[in-house]
């Protein structure tokens, strides 16, 4: 008895005929006939009545149908347990107070390790600090060194905050700009920039934001709109467009320091990562 004997009576059960079972898995009408003849020998009696025109699902049928359906079931489940191990053994887990460093390190993993799936989560410094202790990450991204014994830390990058400025704008002509003479004015922003946008917040009281969660409409509305929005000169950082200049922001709260951090008793695949990142250090920053 084998796996697809099973799938194939399931599929004459499910299609009622013989004939449309074959078309739907693709066999000749004799190919599966012999195959459904091997399958009642092995059980030792017939699982249809058959007249000239019809066959009919019989008792032992029906009982045979009912356990290769959970024996199909088991099958999909231990299919899909290993598929969920597999992805688990190939994903990272990386939570970070801002998206650019995990753009950077999901190329820095595509370059050396092509089947490893980098699983970013952007969110609050505490929320990535805690994640990191009690294991729910396997790398974190931080905007200061972690002085813990059970965490290993690496600076990662360096990311500066630019005004992006469009075209006709009062400012778009200033080689330079602070935080006291942006405060005030309106600006276009990304939902999802964590750390950058606590310190839009501390750094712009009087500023209105208007926030656009979805990057990809954000990223349209750039092109679009003449409201300020942010930049920075991280590589991986496409909100820069054609119409609008990138104006750097003197202030220090605009030029942030990320490291990347690991528990010390982090499995090898996360050591070889951090590993790696640290050698690079240099192309990094």
Not at 118 to 140: F, K, Y
């Amino acid at each position: 008895m084998e796996l697809e004997q099973l799938r194939q009576l399931n599929e004459i059960a499910r299609c009622g005929t013989l004939q449309s079972a074959a078309e739907r898995l693709h066999l000749s009408q004799s190919a599966l006939s012999r195959s459904l003849r091997r399958l009642e020998d092995d059980l030792g009696q017939p699982l249809f009545d058959r007249t000239r025109n019809s066959m009919q699902i019989n008792a032992a049928g029906r009982m045979a149908l009912e356990r290769a359906r959970l024996i199909l079931a088991e099958e999909r489940r231990l299919r899909d347990d290993f598929a969920a191990l597999a992805k688990q053994e190939r994903t990272i887990r990386v939570a970070s107070v801002a998206p650019a460093p995990t753009w950077r390190l999901s190329s820095l993993v595509l370059e050396q390790y092509p089947t490893t799936i980098v699983e970013p989560d952007v969110t609050s410094e505490d929320e990535v600090e805690a994640r990191l202790i009690n294991g729910t990450c396997d790398l974190a991204i931080v905007a200061r060194e972690l002085r813990l014994p059970t965490i290993s830390s690496t600076v990662f990058m360096h990311e500066d905050l630019y005004a992006n400025v469009p075209a006709g704008h009062v400012l778009h002509d200033r080689e330079s700009l602070t935080f006291a003479e942006l405060d005030g004015l309106t600006f276009l922003v990304y939902g999802g920039i964590g750390f950058w946008h606590d310190i839009h917040q501390r750094m712009l009281p009087f500023a209105q934001f208007v926030t656009q969660p979805d990057r990809t409409i954000f990223l349209q509305q750039v092109r679009t709109s003449n409201l300020l929005t942010f930049t920075t000169n991280a590589p991986e950082n496409t909100s820069r467009h054609e119409s609008r200049r990138a104006i750097p922001i003197t202030d220090a709260e605009a030029h942030a320091t990320f490291w990347l951090c690991m528990r010390t008793d982090a499995p090898e695949r996360v050591r070889l990562l951090f590993g790696l990142a640290e050698a690079d250090e240099g192309a990094l920053l």
